[in-house]
């Protein structure tokens, strides 16, 4: 999501020693249910009515629909993140900017333990390639991965249609800052951006720009929540402000997360209405860690070594601040990126 | 029809939640709240509430007038509560009056040169640019809470220990 692009100069770390697959296929549609088939490297992917079906070369795995279609499509929109996308305790990915890695079981102890775990190696611009062919054959008409629950359709049954406008939306990046001439404009309803209802009571006012002639282009402003309660999407931060490579992602949130992302950086959050509830737990074993309950003016880091899933019982805003510096992946790499930000 | 409430927060009027340690130190998270910050805080105090290499998030209290500042980059400001006006002056040596290598807000003594560029009037919930090459200061007739984006500097205020929750 708020990944700079400069994010991909640097020595791509490979900790597992792990050739590249090169092996991809993008198979017929199945006569029994209509969706496709997919195959990286030895994963092999399959829908059904209800459920997302694995193969890997040590067993397999399911996921339900939901869970894999709205982990899936964060991880086709942010990249692949910074670090591991868990689609659930089993599943996930690895980015190392460049190259990312797929697995059945590497972030979880049982797993490993019974020698189920399994790594395979891509290029991230051709597994993404499979992913969002994946993506956009097995969302049907009138679902959105990217919606609320409560907001959106059903995604079970037999292939019925698509809807790529949903699943083809194209991340926010602002350059300098929203509102700006010549930057991402701010959210109204003739861009198609109408007031979430569960943020009708947010102001919509903005801020008194009183600009110089010539200065137009520096004086602005804009009312962030306003701009926040006409998102139309959950758990997707867009870059809103950047200081250099500090990056100012805010974001709408209602119901979970759907995946346990896991850090490799610190990352924090700076809730800006209502309540969010993260479940922490151990990056590398999954083992619970903390419970920690965000409301409106609170703050907190997410350590590097931890990975963490949010839940929101009422669309809450909240600000996603990331560091997109390139030069983290080496540090990564070299075990040299702090693990916690402050020591006090 | 359901209706919902946002619940925001405000320099006196907020609930702080917070971490509930299973199997960790409640350090680790840095966990604060801004308007307690703000609120415990004299006018203008630039705490450091989240840092990230040398990238921070400031919380301040927005009371009064505030000295001029200079940045050889760009900052944004947001008021999370109440109304802050903005007040910009492009410099006339902007490079003479702060290091362009230099990082973070750099107090002014005085306004120097420069033409006047604007003012922007916040309410609640809205962001300002502080655009680089210029000097900016804040004035608020009630007590607000500003939230900076920034890089850690001279007049970024560490105390980490005051405003963060250090036990389980």
């Known amino acids: 999501m708020a990944m ?28 029994q249910t209509g969706y496709r088939s997919f195959k990286a490297g030895s994963f092999e992917f399959r ?6 079906h694995i193969t890997y070369p040590k067993g397999s795995h399911m996921l339900p629909a939901d869970v894999f279609l709205r982990a899936l499509m964060r991880d086709v929109a942010w990249g692949f993140f910074y670090g591991t996308v868990n689609f659930d305790p089993v599943f996930g990915t690895t ?40 993506i956009g054959d097995w969302t049907n008409d009138g679902y959105d991965p990217f ?23 194209k991340r926010v990046t602002a350059k300098r800052m929203v509102s700006l001439p010549g930057d991402t404009p701010v959210r109204t309803d003739e861009n198609g951006f109408p007031v979430n209802r569960m943020f009708s009571d947010v102001p919509q006012d903005e801020p008194v720009v009183e600009a110089e002639p010539g200065f137009e282009h520096e004086v602005g402003g804009f009312n962030l929540f306003a701009y926040l309660s006409r998102s139309d999407v959950t758990w997707n931060p867009s870059v809103c402000s950047v200081v250099r490579e500090s990056l100012f992602c805010p974001t709408s949130e209602e119901f979970i997360l759907p995946v346990e992302h896991g850090n490799d950086r610190v990352e924090w959050f700076v809730q800006l209405s209502d309540e969010i509830t993260w479940q922490v737990k151990d990056k590398d074993t999954g083992r619970p ?12 880091c997410m350590p590097a070594d931890i990975r963490h899933q949010g839940f929101s019982s009422k669309r809450s805003m909240l600000l996603v601040w990331e560091n997109g510096s390139p030069k983290i992946p080496d540090l990564v790499r070299k ?5 916690v930000p402050v020591t006090f | 029809m359901t209706t919902y409430e946002t619940v925001f927060g405000s320099i006196d009027n907020y609930v702080k939640g917070g971490v509930e340690v299973i199997d960790d130190d409640p350090r680790n998270y840095v966990f604060s709240n801004m308007f307690e910050v703000a609120a415990k805080s004299a006018p203008y105090e630039r705490v450091a509430v989240a840092k990230n290499f040398e990238y921070v998030i400031e919380a301040a209290r927005a009371e009064g007038t505030s000295p001029w500042y200079a940045c050889a980059h760009d900052e944004f400001a947001v008021s999370l509560d109440g109304e802050v006006e903005v007040h910009l002056v492009k410099l006339n040596d902007p490079d003479g009056i702060v290091d362009p ?8 003594d005085d306004l120097p040169d420069g033409t006047k560029m604007g003012r922007i009037v916040l309410g609640k919930g809205h962001m300002a640019m502080l655009p680089q090459g210029s000097a ?22 560490h105390k980490w220990a005051e405003i963060c929750q250090t036990a389980a």
């Open chain 1, 335 to 339: 075990g040299e990126a702090p693990v």
């Open chain 2, 101 to 108: 290598e230099s990082e973070g807000a750099h107090k002014l």
């Open chain 1, 289 to 300: 860690r903390a419970n920690v309950r965000c409301k409106a003016g609170d703050v907190s």
């Open chain 1, 47 to 52: 829908r059904d009515e209800y459920f997302a």
């Open chain 1, 147 to 169: 919606a609320a629950p409560m907001e959106t359709g059903e995604p079970w049954g037999s292939k019925n249609g698509n809807n790529d406008d949903a699943v083809g939306r």
């Open chain 1, 95 to 134: 980015n190392y900017y460049g190259e990312v890695e797929m697995f059945v079981g590497s972030t979880n102890e049982a797993y490993r333990a019974a020698g189920r775990d399994h790594i395979e190696r891509f290029k991230s611009d051709e597994l993404m390639r499979i992913f969002k062919e994946m």
């Open chain 2, 136 to 157: 900016y200061r804040f004035h608020a007739d009630s007590p607000a809470t500003l939230m900076i984006q920034t890089i850690d500097g001279p007049v970024t205020v």
């Open chain 1, 4 to 31: 700079l692009d400069s994010a991909t100069e640097h020595t791509i770390a490979n900790p597992n020693n792990l050739p590249l697959e090169t092996d991809f296929a993008l198979n017929p549609a199945d006569n």
